[in-house]
């Protein structure tokens, strides 16, 4: 019963800045690299940044510089930091094991960068 719950999203104007939290249960997290993937409407599905169970991170190529992402293991929780917000980052977050497994998604949470 593995529950990954997406939270932080909002509207935001270019330019600002939002942080995302992934609250994970009913999985090893401890033990497992974690990705943050977005899903602009009606294109596909891609990861955008990972972090391995020691807290080494790699980037997408259009947000190197912009975000950051986290762990705390005690609280089972990820994070995307994201910064310099281009409408271009509008999509629906998600999170994930990374490689992704399908049956973890969950509703993800919806970013908006708009004037």
């Known amino acids: 019963q593995v529950q990954l719950v997406e939270s932080g999203g909002g509207l935001v104007q270019p330019g600002g800045s939002l942080r995302l939290s992934c609250v994970a249960s009913?999985?090893?997290?401890?033990?497992?690299?974690m990705g943050w993937y977005r899903q602009p409407s009606g294109k596909q599905r891609d990861l955008v940044a990972s972090?391995?169970?020691?807290?080494?991170?790699t980037y997408g190529d259009s947000v190197k510089g912009r975000f950051t992402i986290s762990r705390d293991n005690t609280k089972n929780t990820a994070y995307l930091q994201m910064s310099s917000l281009r409408p271009e980052d509008t999509a629906v977050y998600y999170c994930?094991?990374?490689?992704?497994?399908?049956?973890?998604w969950g509703l993800g949470t919806q970013v908006t960068v708009s004037s």
């Open positions: 972090i391995t169970r020691d807290g080494i991170t």
């Open positions: 009913g999985i090893a997290f401890r033990l497992r690299t």
């Open positions: 994930n094991v990374n490689p992704s497994f399908d049956p973890y």
